[in-house]
């Protein structure tokens, strides 16, 4: 297997598409992208109000906010009659619309590899047909993943203390470890579900056997872990680069001029790279799904050989099997 044909072919399917990555992958990045940021926050506002360093003890800051938002709600009751609409609507669309497009983007790129003469508006018909079984798969496989063990790990640390730490790293490191193995098994699930229209459980066992199967493509699959990994960072730095922006502007336009002017300042560089982070999120979202996808078809076209099956150009003299010849009778009696 080519691997650096593989990716090639990728970048290439990626780079003539653009308008799948604008359909198709920018929102569902820009949805990552903004709950890495308000994760991020999250996570350093609530170690800072926790103060697990001292003997200071203050309310969560999951309290505080869940009280900002009930008096928010009851001191504009006639604006939050617009808002709660746009809330829910919001929270189903990040909830909903991602595993569509990740369905729709498998089906386009499969086909697109093979040659088939697809629209973009075909995407609603493929994402729809898998929509179910990939946001059971999604709703599944949250249960493993890195960042909610992480997430889990922070939240005792500040209810229990910084001693706990002491007691629990290992746990944390074995669990984060686990998490891992599991997401490298169940690497070719999606594509079972989407492609091959198999149930979650089947794709969940058909994905397991393959990566255990062709364990001699680690090197693919090492390259496939990089490239998220690569997309994990990236996430990463504009998460951290965002709220920077923000605070960096503020602060300094506040200084030499009013408030209010900064904070506008502020808010737009920061919506700009927000845009940014997310648009370049999405091109390599659809970089991987395609290097991915390639892997599975070129891997499932292959198939599972069987042990009665030979070979057209097998080597005969390697497979032959080396018999004894049988004594002749004057050989018995000379070995006799």
Known sequence: MDYRQIIATAWNITRENKRLIKWYAFAPAMIATAMGILEFLYQVIAFKKANIFSNEHHASFAYEILQFIIAFFQNHTSLSIALIPLLIFLV????L???????????????IYNGQNVLLRDGVKYGSDSFMRMLGYEATIKHFSVLLIITVFCFVIRTLGIEALRM??????????????ISVL???????IVIDNLSISESIWKSLKMV??????????????????????LNAAFVLLIPS?????????AAITLYQISLVIGLI?????????????????????SVWTITFLKLTAEGDK?????????NKEILKIRETPALTPSETQMAL
């Open 269 to 289: 560089l920061g919506g700009l790279a927000f845009v940014l982070a997310s648009y370049i999120n999405a091109i390599v979202d659809i970089w991987s799904i």
């Open 245 to 253: 922006i923000i605070l960096v502007s503020t602060t300094y336009i």
């Open 97 to 111: 619309f991602p595993p569509f497009a990740k369905a729709a983007c498998v089906q386009i790129v499969a086909r």
């Open 168 to 181: 629990l790293w290992l746990p944390f490191i074995l669990a984060v470890i686990l998490a891992l193995i």
């Open 92 to 95: 189903f669309f990040s909830i």
């Open 212 to 233: 255990l199967y062709y364990w001699e493509h680690t090197l693919l699959l090492m390259i496939l872990m990089i490239i998220i990994g690569a997309r994990i960072i």
């Open 186 to 192: 169940l690497t070719y699930t999606e594509y079972y």
């Open 306 to 314: 069987s042990a009665r099956e030979t070979e057209k150009n097998a």
